[in-house]
């Protein structure tokens, strides 16, 4: 469920991580920012590697050249997402948006922005793969790549009530497509257009 891993023959039930971060590189690009940072996990986990690959795809795409100061990996942690941030911030050609990897990162780089007296989306934008839970009481409410984790849920099960049955023997993979879901975090008003 939600990621493939190598060396093991089983049914794999995914969002399309790599298309979700492209999308979102592309509205950021299409917001009007060039510089954007990416903070995401590990790349020995196949969500971490496809939603970088995403990420430097639509960036290149634009012809954008992929500056590698921009570009954090982590553990899929708030705690991670706060130190990157601080170290991205430290460069001396600040980005002008942060992408995340996951909600839990997000929730470090918004806890770091916050120390550093930084708004969101006024001194930089933020942008998030995975809805925080209780976005409700977030502010700003964040931009986000939705994943079907219901259907991801259903169809994991079942698959294993049909392989635990005999039903099904043959391994399949299944890649759900994504939402993009327009908030506030990203800058969007009358300054800024969205697309």
Not at 11 to 39: C, E, P
Not at 77 to 95: F, H, I, M
Not at 139 to 158: C, D, N, W
Not at 176 to 190: A, E, F, H, K
Request: aromatic share 8%.
């Amino acid at each position: 469920i939600d990621r493939a891993v190598e060396g093991i023959q089983a049914d794999v039930v995914r969002s399309d991580s790599q298309a979700g971060a492209y999308q979102m590189t592309q509205h950021l690009l299409a917001t009007g920012y060039q510089k954007i940072a990416f903070i995401g996990g590990p790349l020995a986990i196949s969500t971490g590697r496809d939603r970088l690959m995403g990420y430097t795809q639509a960036l290149k795409e634009a012809g954008i050249e992929i500056n590698s100061a921009y570009i954090k990996e982590g553990p899929f942690k708030a705690s991670s997402g706060y130190a990157l941030t601080k170290e991205v911030l430290c460069e001396n050609d600040r980005p002008q948006a942060i992408f995340t990897g996951n909600h839990l990162i997000a929730t470090g780089v918004m806890q770091a922005l916050h120390e550093m007296n930084l708004f969101v989306p006024d001194d930089i934008a933020v942008c998030s793969f995975d809805d925080i839970p209780g976005v409700n009481s977030f502010s700003p409410f964040l931009t986000a790549v939705i994943q079907p984790a219901y259907e991801i849920g259903k169809i994991g099960v079942q698959l294993l009530l049909k392989r635990l049955s005999g039903e099904r023997t043959e391994v399949e993979e299944f890649v759900l497509p994504v939402n993009l879901l327009i908030r506030t975090s990203c800058g969007c008003n009358q300054k800024r257009s969205c697309e």
